[in-house]
């Protein structure tokens, strides 16, 4: 369909919104910060505002949940309780929420906003990346309502990162909103089968692809997130058209929305700096730089896989490196056993697209200089060999991007 065939005035939208929480006993710091970020931005919702919620043994009770919302002024116009399903989560639900919205009579004028509490599987320490990078996605959906609804007029749903991904044997689905916060145009979705839901716990997050069955009907606002096929095809941005990007810009962007002013323990692998640096990003953290060749910021001159520090570390930052490094996948092997529980490692590297590049100087490859491309799949699977649980691995333009903790 063209772009045009899909237009919809929303001059003035009605903003619903859909919220889920699992409201961990151990956890009230994180889901009660989530209500937090929601309220701060309450009054952009003028529509009907639905909270679900789970509970088992080892929640609050939904009375609990209700009350705190109360505390801090936000009233929910229907909240749904369900019994925990750990399999399903947030499916539980889902479907309810729809149905209260009163979805098969949307006008063209109604939007959603959909998401769920982050960080509640964590214990009382909500990770600070995730917390930061949570921060980052309740921005990027509700701090711009003017960019996310020009999107709208034209496309059928929007969100921050968008994700490809392989049909499974749960359900027919080929892309999804990473994250599962996304905006969608209630009219869209009630000409199709919107009760249809996998019976998985990503089951709310892969609804949008089985709802939206055109991705080239929705929008991606920042950057495609592939996963499972690992395809990188064009995206809809909502940046400004034409505006080229250095792969160096890729790499900082992506290490900008994790940066932090707390004081916390770096180790940089390749830390010599070339062509920048993304150490200003985390002005009060204490680093310690190795690299092969002496230079700027660098403390250590070594192979990194001969090297332990004397004490483990909350980062680990591998930052354009790996695509240089025949033994990349047991440089990751390593540094795994360097970062503390709750501790990341933040990778950015050449992907698939970029062209041969020295180490050196990041001029032409020197005679006998290794090269080679690292692509999504092959940093995921390493990761996660590796006991680390992936928060994020995408491609960006021609860098590919990862967190992951030790959790």
């Given amino acids: ?48 505002k639905v909270l679900g919620i789970n509970v088992d043994a080892d929640t609050v009770s939904s ?34 929420s729809l149905e209260t919205l009163n979805v098969d009579h949307a006008g063209k004028n109604e939007i959603v906003f959909s998401a769920h509490a982050k960080g509640v599987k964590y214990g009382v320490d909500m990770p600070r990346l995730i917390r930061n990078w949570t921060g980052v996605m309740y921005s990027a959906n509700l701090d711009d309502l003017q960019t996310i609804e020009r999107s709208l007029e034209w496309f059928s749903a929007t969100g921050v990162m968008r994700a490809r991904s392989a049909r499974t044997r749960f359900c027919k689905f080929a892309w999804y909103y990473s994250g599962a916060f996304w905006w969608w145009r209630m009219a869209d979705v009630a000409v199709g089968d919107w009760r249809s839901i996998a019976q998985t716990y990503a089951g709310r997050e892969m609804w949008i692809g089985i709802s939206s069955k055109n991705m080239h009907q929705t929008a991606c606002s920042w950057t495609e997130h592939e996963v499972h096929i690992y395809l990188n095809t064009g995206r809809t941005s909502l940046s400004p058209v034409g505006r080229s990007i250095r792969m160096h810009d890729q790499a900082y962007n992506f290490f900008r929305q994790l940066a932090t002013e707390e004081s916390i323990s770096v180790v940089e692998i390749g830390s010599r700096n070339i062509n920048g640096t993304v150490r200003p990003l985390f002005p009060r953290s204490r680093w310690l730089g190795i690299d092969l060749h002496p230079g700027p910021d660098v403390d250590i001159v070594g192979d990194m896989l001969e090297f332990t520090p004397d004490d483990t570390v909350d980062m680990v ?44 100087d990041g001029c032409q490859l020197r005679p006998g200089e290794y090269y080679g491309n690292v692509t999504t799949q092959d940093l995921r ?27």
Wanted: aromatic fraction near 8%; glycine fraction near 4%.
């Fill in 1 to 48: 369909m063209e772009k045009q065939e899909n237009h919809c005035d929303l001059q003035n939208p009605v903003r619903h919104l859909t919220f889920h929480v699992c409201p961990f006993a151990n956890s009230q710091n994180a889901w009660k910060w989530n209500f937090e970020q929601l309220q701060q931005r309450w009054q952009s919702f003028n529509g009907i």
């Fill in 63 to 96: 009375d609990c949940v209700i009350e705190y919302c109360a505390s801090i002024n936000m009233h929910w116009d229907h909240v749904i309780v369900r019994r925990n399903n750990r399999a399903l989560g947030e499916v539980m639900t889902w479907l309810p």
């Fill in 317 to 360: 930052v591998c930052c354009e490196v790996l695509e240089h490094a025949p033994k990349w996948r047991e440089m990751i092997a390593r540094a795994s056993n360097w970062i503390k529980w709750n501790g990341a490692i933040i990778i950015t590297c050449a992907g698939p697209g970029r062209l041969p590049h020295s180490h050196i």
């Fill in 381 to 407: 699977t390493e990761l996660e060999l590796n006991g680390l649980q992936v928060v994020i691995c995408c491609q960006v333009g021609n860098d590919t991007q990862a967190m992951a903790l030790l959790i």
